[in-house]
């Protein structure tokens, strides 16, 4: 079952894969998750912790999200 940190965790991490994407606000989860490894997640509660970045690239972006029962994958597209 997929939650939403493991969304976050995945968009989060394709964020850090592109320089002009700043991460701006993100959490560690304080407890261990199995879906990635230590220091690669980013743990989001309603009212409370938050992932938010800021897109330095001039171009407006496009986020692609699918996710099957146990897989979440992420695609950021540059639209000129």
């Known amino acids: ?3 939403n940190c493991q969304i976050s965790s995945t968009l989060y991490n394709a964020v850090l894969a592109v320089p002009t994407l700043v991460v701006t606000e993100r959490h560690p989860h304080s407890n ?3 879906y990635i ?3 690669k ?3 989001v509660a309603y009212g409370s912790y938050d992932f938010k970045f800021r897109n330095d690239s001039g ?9 099957d ?3 979440v994958t992420t695609t950021l ?3 000129k």
């Open 41 to 43: 997640d980013a743990a």
């Open 32 to 34: 261990y998750v199995p």
């Open 77 to 79: 597209l540059s639209l």
């Open 1 to 3: 079952m997929v939650g």
């Open 69 to 71: 029962s146990a897989t």
């Open 59 to 67: 171009n407006d972006i496009k986020i692609l999200a699918s996710t």
């Open 37 to 39: 490894e230590k220091g």
